[in-house]
């Protein structure tokens, strides 16, 4: 199993350095460059946020592990910040008029869209959120 793992403060400021470590992992993992930069998309919607709801006294911290096995890689986003799994939150009215949508929840609609796999956890008082891309893709 190849991993890398990094832990950065969960600041807007820090989103950058966090897409370009998981875009790092995942060449080096040998995931197709169409997948990676879905990837990028991905970890960026999911760190911001991270970054913006988390913590009620921000900054925390948010530590990102990268895992390529058995045809698949991986990427953890691991933060103590109050506790909320995304993939409970309502889909967005896609159908309604612009002015009658409600805000926010897009970002998760379109990582489990780009993804194969996307799961939420809480373990040991963290969030633990999972994205996950087939290497064969």
């Known amino acids: 199993m190849q991993t890398a793992e990094r832990t950065f403060i969960a600041n807007i400021e820090n989103i950058p350095p966090m897409v370009a470590f998981v875009a790092e992992a995942a060449e080096a993992a040998g995931v197709h460059a169409k997948r990676v930069m879905q990837l990028e998309l991905a970890t960026e919607e999911a760190v911001t946020n991270i970054c ?27 933060d103590n910040g109050v506790p909320f799994n995304p993939l409970e939150a309502a889909a967005p009215d896609l159908q309604a008029e612009l002015e009658n949508r409600q805000v926010g ?33």
């Open 105 to 137: 929840g897009l970002g998760i609609f379109l990582i489990r869209r780009l993804l194969d796999e996307v799961h939420y956890n809480r373990r040991e008082g963290r969030n633990v959120l999972t994205l996950a891309v087939k290497l064969d893709n």
């Open 52 to 78: 913006s709801y988390a913590y009620e006294v921000p900054p925390g911290q948010v530590t990102i592990v990268c895992a390529r096995d058995a045809g698949t890689f991986r990427v953890d986003f691991v």
